[in-house]
């Protein structure tokens, strides 16, 4: 149903309770299109979680040293639990885990156009960090105060982990920038190739930005899509700066009047390519994916079955006291 067609009086109550700041719960009525622009949201933003771990994931085996390779598996592995919180979070409003994996293994459900590049170098993880988690937090800084409360709360820990995967892709970064001639001209290449992407994982600018008004009067979303790439720019700057790096954009400039750094076109033909599953790895995500799903299958038979076998003797042990 649309939600302008649901009770005018329900609507206008839902409005003012989440105008004056108060969370909607699992059980809380909500418009059908509350519920909907949030299932497609955080399931966008698990399935990012989840495919997320595959650009790094290429790096576990090949980082440089013991210690990276211990820091590197463990950030991974916190992408994973990110995920399975926000699935948590989605489930809360009556779809299945199986519904959104299904969603996403047909290319129906969307993840966030970034995973969509390849890491090609060990300066990738470093630039990952820095700028891909450097743009996830001002997003999800953002997403605590979201009104639906099974989301903030997942966001409020999200957040807590995802500054220290900025941290280390920085400090990796550090050192590569501050290392020799050929380490420095890696971290420069892998900047060149992450800077704009990362510019796109905020999204289409306001203006066609499908969802972000209406999202944003119900509080799901608090600003707009153009306000945190700006906030990431402003932000991102005087970091690259300090590593000695070259923002690749002629245009990028200091705007005196306006407080803000003032940045090129962003190039949106291949933002749209991207998410319409043609950029440079959509296919080879997707197949890991589903392979890693498949050859999952007899985890989850098993977890079912344990499950089962526990039900039964809690049952049969009841019977028999
Ligand atoms: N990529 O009306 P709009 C991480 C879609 S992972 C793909 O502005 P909305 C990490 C959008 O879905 C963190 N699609 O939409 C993990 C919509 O399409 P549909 C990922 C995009 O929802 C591992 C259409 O374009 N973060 O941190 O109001 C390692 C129109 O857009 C993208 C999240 O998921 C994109 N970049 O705003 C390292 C944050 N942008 O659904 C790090 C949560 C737009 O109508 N999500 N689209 O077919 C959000 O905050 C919002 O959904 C967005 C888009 C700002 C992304």
């Given at each position: 149903m649309d939600y302008r067609?649901?009770?005018?009086?329900?609507?206008?109550?839902?409005?003012a309770y989440v105008d004056?700041?108060?969370?909607?719960e699992a059980k809380d009525w909500m418009p059908d299109g509350y519920r909907k622009t949030l299932i497609r949201q955080i399931a966008q933003h698990a399935h990012s979680e989840v495919v997320g771990m595959l650009p790094e994931g290429n790096w576990i085996t090949r980082a440089p040293s013991l210690r990276r390779k211990a820091i590197l598996l463990a950030k991974v592995q916190d992408e994973a639990g990110h995920g399975l919180y926000l699935y948590s979070a989605v489930e809360t409003m009556g779809v299945t885990r199986d519904q959104l994996i299904d969603e996403l293994h047909t290319g129906k459900a969307k993840y966030s156009s970034i995973f969509n590049y390849p890491t090609i170098s060990?300066?990738?993880?470093?630039?990952i960090g820095w700028l891909v988690d450097g743009a996830a937090i001002v997003n999800q800084v953002s997403l605590q105060r979201t009104s639906y409360g099974p989301y903030s709360r997942a966001m409020i820990r999200i957040c807590k982990e995802e500054s220290f995967h900025q941290r280390q892709g920085y400090e990796i970064m550090i050192a590569l920038a501050k290392g020799t001639p050929e380490q420095k001209r890696m971290a420069q290449d892998a900047f060149?190739?992450?800077?704009?992407?990362s510019l796109m994982m905020f999204g289409p600018s306001d203006a066609n930005s499908e969802h972000s008004a209406q999202n944003i009067r119900w509080k799901i979303k608090r600003h707009g899509n153009d306000e945190l790439r700006q906030k990431f720019v402003d932000m991102t700057v005087?970091?690259?700066?300090y590593l000695g790096l070259t923002i690749p954009d002629p245009d990028l400039r200091w705007n005196e009047e306006r407080g803000h750094y003032d940045f090129g076109d962003i190039n949106w033909d291949e933002f749209n390519q991207v998410i319409r599953g043609n950029g440079p790895c959509n296919k080879q995500r997707l197949e890991a994916r589903k392979?890693?799903?498949?050859d999952g299958a007899w985890v989850r038979d098993a977890a079912v079955a344990y499950a089962r076998k526990q039900q039964e003797k809690s049952r049969t042990g009841e019977a028999a006291a």
């Open positions: 067609m649901e009770n005018q009086e329900l609507l206008d109550k839902f409005q004056a700041e108060n969370k909607v060990w300066a990738d993880i470093g630039a060149n190739r992450w800077w704009w992407p005087p970091q690259a700066e392979k890693a799903h498949e």
